[in-house]
């Protein structure tokens, strides 16, 4: 089992930055793909970026190319989302999630199984 725990969100002004950080429990965290998505009130759940095992490929939301990055470090168990030129329309909960398996589709939430508990993440205009 793999606990997830985000941080790193907080309130920044349109154009801003943040970094976002996920650090995960146990042993076996490079064995597990994982990915960022993010909920804003009265939204459903929707992907912003997914990274493999090994850190080798990304794959990123259309909202999300070009401005948002994901990265891990498997030494310290901790995958990353640093977004820049951050617009209102981020303003969400940001959660990371761990896929065990093969992940057959980076959107879809059930492909995933463990969540972390969510970091707020507020852009101001």
């Known amino acids: 089992q793999v606990q997830l725990v985000e941080s790193g969100g907080g309130l920044v002004q349109a154009g801003g930055s943040l970094r976002l950080s996920c650090a995960a429990s146990?042993?076996?965290?490079?064995?597990?793909?994982m990915a960022w998505f993010r909920q804003a009130p009265g939204k459903e759940r929707e992907f912003v970026a997914g990274?493999?095992?090994?850190?080798?490929?990304?794959h990123s939301a259309d909202s999300a190319k070009g401005r948002f990055t994901i990265s891990r470090d498997n030494a310290k168990n901790t995958v990353y989302l640093q977004m820049n030129s951050l617009k209102p329309e981020d303003t969400a909960v940001y959660y990371c999630?761990?896929?065990?398996?093969?992940?057959?589709?980076?959107?879809?939430?059930?492909?995933?199984?463990?969540w972390g508990q969510g970091t707020q993440v507020t852009v101001s205009s």
């Open positions: 146990g042993r076996t965290f490079s064995t597990y793909q």
């Open positions: 999630a761990a896929g065990a398996s093969g992940i057959i589709s980076w959107y879809a939430p059930a492909q995933y199984d463990y």
């Open positions: 990274i493999t095992r090994s850190g080798a490929s990304t």
